[in-house]
């Protein structure tokens, strides 16, 4: 394609969307999406989708309710040996929540 035939083509394309009449349309809204997801061993648990946005409460509910079940594939043995990290997100640190420890150890230290 010659140089006069690729500007006819972006002509012709562009004067069909910048036209006059051109309808407004509000393209950038802001939105986001809250997800949990863990690896154990070789497994993917999740993801686990937030419908809400992400805060403290909603997150504690996440880890006494939906994690056990999500958990419902791994061993017991694993369960109860494995590491739970988490970044440093201000919904992980809150000082108004109770402490969740995985099968009442409350006992365990790292």
């Not at 509910?61 to 201000?90: C, Y």
Request: contains cysteine.
């Amino acid at each position: 394609m010659d140089d006069d035939a690729l500007l006819n083509f972006w002509w012709n394309w562009l004067k069909q969307i910048y036209t006059e009449n051109n309808r407004q349309v509000n393209s950038q809204n802001r939105w986001k999406v809250n997800v949990w997801c863990g690896i154990v061993e070789s497994k993917i648990i999740g993801p686990f989708v937030f419908n809400e946005s992400l805060n403290e409460n909603n997150y504690l509910h996440f880890l006494t309710n939906k994690l056990n079940a999500l958990l419902e594939n791994v061993s017991l043995e694993t369960r109860i040996t494995m590491w739970f990290q988490q970044d440093e997100g201000p919904d992980h640190y809150s000082t108004n929540e109770e402490v969740v420890y995985p099968h009442g150890q409350q006992d365990l230290q790292i």
